[in-house]
C-alpha cells in the first residue's frame, strides 16, 4: 500500500544526544515536510524539501537538520542545540503544486 | 504576520451542528485545508477548498470561505461522538521559491453524549 512511514512511534533520548527521526514514503511525492507539535501551538513548519537534494528552513529550524539524498526518504535529526525538543514530530509528503500533503503517524519524542 | 489563528476549544452534544473558524492571514493563498487529528496520530485531510469558491459541500461537511475577511469555517451536522478529534485550518503559501503549508493552532471539538 501507498503511504508515509514514520519510525519510531515513541522515542526517548538522553539530554545532549542527536538523535534521528525517519520519515519515508511510496508515493512518489516530490516534496516532503517536518513538522513539530506543541499542544496550544498547533503545527510548526522545520524543514520542507521540494526536490532531491534541496532544502528549506521552516520557522523554527534552529537545532535541527535534515537530508534530502533519496526522494523517498527525508529523516530529521534533533540535535543537541535544540533546547526544548520534546514534542511530537509530523512527517508530510505531497506533490510540489498539489491540493493535499499526506501525514504520517507521527513520532513522540521525549527527553530525558 | 504569519499566524493562522483558531479557537483552542469547542464542545457540543451529539446530533447538533459543529461550527469551527479559522482565520488566515495570507490573502494570496491559493488552497485552504481543514485536517483532522485523532489522539496520537497524524492528521488526516477531511476537506479543501480553493480560494475562487466561497462554499463546499461534501456530505457532512461544509467549508464556507470569506476572502474579503480571511475567515474560513467548517460545519459538521449531525456530530457524532466519533468526531471528537482535534481539526486543524491550514493555508498554502507560493512566493518564489516558497511552497509552504502553513496551520493553525487547532480545536479540540469535544462531543457530549
Known amino acids: 500500500d501507498g503511504g508515509i512511514t514514520q519510525s519510531p512511534k515513541y522515542l526517548f533520548r538522553k539530554e545532549g544526544q542527536n538523535v534521528t527521526l525517519s520519515c519515508e514514503q511510496n508515493l512518489n511525492h516530490d516534496a516532503m515536510y517536518w513538522y513539530r507539535q506543541d499542544p496550544g501551538q498547533g503545527l510548526r513548519l522545520i524543514y520542507y524539501?521540494?526536490?532531491?537534494?534541496?532544502?528549506q528552513k521552516g520557522d523554527i529550524a534552529e537545532g535541527y537538520s535534515v537530508s534530502r539524498e533519496k526522494k523517498e526518504s527525508f529523516p530529521l535529526t534533533v540535535t543537541s542545540a535544540q533546547k526544548n525538543p520534546t514534542a511530537f514530530y509530523l512527517c508530510?509528503?505531497?506533490?510540489?503544486?498539489?491540493?493535499?500533503?499526506?501525514f504520517g503517524q507521527g513520532t513522540r519524542l521525549t527527553v530525558v | 504576520g504569519e499566524d493562522v489563528e483558531q479557537s483552542l476549544f469547542l464542545s457540543v452534544r451529539e446530533g447538533d451542528s459543529s461550527v469551527i473558524n479559522c482565520t488566515y492571514t495570507?490573502?494570496?493563498?491559493?488552497?485552504l485545508y481543514w485536517y483532522k487529528q485523532e489522539p496520537g496520530a497524524g492528521l488526516q485531510l477531511l476537506t479543501y477548498?480553493?480560494?475562487?469558491?466561497d462554499m463546499k459541500q461534501d456530505q457532512r461537511l461544509t467549508v464556507l470561505l470569506n476572502k474579503k475577511d480571511k475567515h474560513l469555517s467548517l460545519r459538521i451536522a449531525d456530530t457524532q461522538t466519533g468526531d471528537s478529534a482535534i481539526y486543524f485550518c491550514a493555508e498554502r503559501r507560493y512566493g518564489g521559491a516558497t511552497n509552504k503549508l502553513i496551520f493553525g493552532t487547532g480545536t479540540l471539538l469535544a462531543v457530549q453524549p
Open positions: 524539501s521540494q526536490i532531491v537534494n534541496d532544502f
Open positions: 477548498i480553493f480560494s475562487n469558491m
Open positions: 508530510a509528503s505531497s506533490i510540489v503544486n498539489p491540493t493535499e500533503a499526506f
Open positions: 495570507d490573502s494570496s493563498s491559493t488552497y
